[in-house]
């Protein structure tokens, strides 16, 4: 599993598109109090980009359906990121998340749903989508 952050790394840090985005996928498990992986980063020693974007993809896991679980509520979410503040996610950057209106999770759950539906669609088509470009197979 610890490996999955150094094989995205390996994959978009020659994307000229993508190879911006390389570092974050790189240390998105970084854990803000040091515990994290792959370079045991700690606090602002992990891009601000990366400590967002594991807020992000945490809640992703815990909203999405996995093959072993289902989903849980965005309010499941919402109160493991809040319990793993300071720990596991730098506290300003949750504290900023919390923050999102209760009234927009709604919107989010529903673009979640399309952004899967899609990426499942695209997987079974063999191709992959650039944002603004259509699909590249």
Same mark, same amino acid.
């Given at each position: 599993?610890? +490996?999955?952050?150094?094989?995205?790394?390996?994959?978009?840090?020659?994307?000229?598109?993508?190879?911006?985005? &390389?570092?974050?996928?790189? #240390?998105?498990?970084?854990?803000? @109090?040091?515990?994290? %992986?792959?370079?045991?980063?700690?606090? @602002?020693?992990?891009?601000?980009?990366?400590?967002?974007?594991?807020?992000?993809? #945490?809640?992703?896991?815990?909203?999405? $359906?996995?093959? %072993? +679980?289902?989903?849980?509520?965005?309010?499941?979410?919402?109160? #493991?990121?809040?319990?793993?503040?300071?720990?596991?996610? $730098?506290?300003?950057?949750?504290?900023?998340?919390?923050?999102? =209106?209760?009234? #927009?999770?709604?919107?989010? &759950?529903?673009?979640?749903?399309?952004?899967?539906?899609?990426?499942?669609?695209?997987?079974?088509?063999?191709?992959?989508?650039?944002?603004?470009?259509?699909?590249? =197979?």
């Amino acid at each position: 599993m610890q +490996r999955h952050a150094q094989i995205g790394f390996d994959l978009v840090k020659d994307i000229a598109f993508l190879a911006d985005a &390389a570092e974050i996928v790189l #240390t998105h498990h970084e854990r803000y @109090d040091g515990g994290g %992986y792959p370079r045991g980063l700690k606090g @602002d020693e992990i891009l601000l980009s990366a400590r967002i974007f594991a807020v992000a993809d #945490t809640l992703d896991a815990i909203t999405s $359906d996995r093959p %072993y +679980r289902r989903a849980s509520s965005f309010e499941s979410g919402r109160e #493991t990121i809040r319990h793993l503040s300071g720990s596991q996610f $730098d506290p300003r950057v949750v504290s900023v998340f919390l923050c999102i =209106p209760e009234a #927009t999770w709604p919107t989010i &759950a529903r673009n979640q749903r399309q952004a899967v539906t899609l990426s499942s669609e695209l997987r079974a088509q063999g191709g992959i989508l650039r944002m603004g470009l259509g699909t590249i =197979p």
